[in-house]
């Protein structure tokens, strides 16, 4: 006999742990699996910048202190191209600002907060399939770390589980969305060094994009654009820090042992379905954006503060107009990260082949947004976050 439960959420990422938390706050029950083990998900670097409202939503619901503590509030970037550096000023422009504070942080907190309120919270397991995705009744068919098989069934089944979503397949099927594929890739480096500058600097240089940003007193996280097929050991350190220096001219960067190399492709990517029933996505399992505009985890967010309101009716009131809306509500804010995630990137970086007017134009598009102030406020609007339609659920 299956387990049963009201919602069952695969994936214990920002998405299905924060989901999991504000369900609680109405009273309703949840069990969430993730493959992974608590100390992979508690350590695995991903990204690092919150938007204000998901900050809000982190302090106002209890979820987390140590966000305001531990992470640092960035009141703006820079811009730096054709040799000059060009702040764009959150709170002059929006009155807004986003934080500084790693995912896996935030996910360590919402996994003592779900632990500490008694949640079913169970690492190790993965999810195989959905069944009667179609019924008031579905289904997960999954199995533990020593392989013994688990069936939870629920009023509700949540896919959390990422780009590479199982639960994606009994929803749209797996090719179902939108797609783009971009000609380069990240190669991020952690080194120990303190920070560079004391916020962000995105760079658009003759070489190349990169990106200089932090995660502690004595941690750096850069980028720099590369191929997709690099490999994370193609460049010994001194080749690193020479890519790394020469694409942000003005600044001496503060270098430091390399600990950890990595290279991240860039795709955008929206399912054409994001709900089938009673079978629903969250965040990267219905969506993902290239890194520039800092909007994953932070879209995942905003996908799960719509869906809690929505369940709250279903389960709470019997009411399922909000699950009926929740795919196209979710839509509007999913396509203005789309936007501009993919403005941010072509923006910044060097396309393979682009002629001398390319590059011409690419700094004629940079002068106009940093010379005017509705430009950067547009940028300081989206880099920031919009507000959440509807508010905060589970705020007491
Ligand atoms: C390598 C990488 C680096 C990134 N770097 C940045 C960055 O620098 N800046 C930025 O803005 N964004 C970055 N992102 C994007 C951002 O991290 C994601 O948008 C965010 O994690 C989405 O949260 P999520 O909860 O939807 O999915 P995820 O965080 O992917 O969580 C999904 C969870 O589901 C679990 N899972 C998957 N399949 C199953 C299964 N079958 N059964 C059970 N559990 C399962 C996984 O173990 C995982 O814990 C990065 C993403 C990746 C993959």
């Not at 214990?12 to 742990?17: E, F, M, S, V």
């Not at 196209?328 to 804010?333: D, K």
């Given at each position: 006999m299956p387990e049963r439960t009201r919602v069952v959420v695969i994936g214990?990422?920002?998405?299905?742990?924060l989901l999991s938390h504000l369900l609680d706050r109405f009273g309703i029950e949840s069990i969430v699996i993730d493959s992974r083990t608590r100390e992979q998900i508690e350590t695995t670097i991903r990204a690092g910048i919150l938007e204000q409202g998901t900050v809000e939503i982190l302090t106002d619901t209890r979820a987390s202190d140590r966000v305001l503590t531990v992470g640092q509030k960035h009141e703006g970037i820079e811009l730096r191209f054709a040799g000059e550096g060009h702040r764009i000023d959150f709170a002059d422009t929006v009155g807004r600002a986003v934080w500084l504070y790693p995912q896996h942080e935030v996910l360590k907190d919402l996994v003592a907060a779900r632990l500490a309120a008694g949640q079913d919270l169970r690492f190790g397991v993965t999810a195989e399939r959905v069944e009667d995705a179609g019924t008031s009744r579905p289904r997960i068919v999954a199995k533990d770390a020593e392989g013994n098989p688990v069936e939870i069934e629920a009023d509700v089944v949540v896919g959390a589980d990422g780009s590479r979503s199982v639960v994606r397949e009994a929803v749209t099927g797996t090719y179902g969305g939108y797609f783009r594929e971009y000609p380069f890739a990240w190669f991020g480096i952690l080194c120990e060094a303190p920070p560079s500058s004391p916020e962000l600097i995105y760079s658009n240089s003759p070489d190349g994009f990169a990106l200089i940003s932090q995660r502690s007193p004595g941690v750096q996280r850069m980028y720099f654009q590369c191929a997709p097929d690099t490999d994370t050991?193609?460049?010994t350190e001194e080749q690193l820090w020479e890519i790394l220096q020469a694409r942000v001219p003005g600044t001496t960067l503060n270098e430091g042992h390399i600990f950890q190399r990595d290279v991240l492709r860039f795709r955008s990517f929206v399912a054409h379905e994001m709900r089938r029933g009673r079978v629903v996505l969250v965040g990267d399992a219905a969506h993902t954006v290239p890194p520039t505009g800092a909007k994953g985890m932070n879209l995942a967010v905003a996908d799960v503060v719509l869906l809690t309101e929505a369940l709250r009716a279903l389960l709470l009131d019997h009411d399922e107009t909000?699950?009926?809306?929740y795919p196209?509500?979710?839509?509007?804010?999913i396509w203005k990260a789309q936007h501009f995630s993919w403005w941010m990137t072509n923006m910044l970086h060097l396309q393979p082949g682009a002629s001398d007017f390319d590059r011409m134009r690419q700094i004629g598009e940079l002068r106009t947004i940093v010379e005017s102030h509705a430009g950067r406020a547009y940028l300081a609007e989206a880099y920031t976050g919009w507000q959440f339609e509807g508010g905060l659920p589970g705020v007491k």
């Open positions: 214990a990422g920002p998405a299905g742990l050991e193609a460049y909000l699950l009926d809306a196209e509500i979710a839509r509007r804010r």
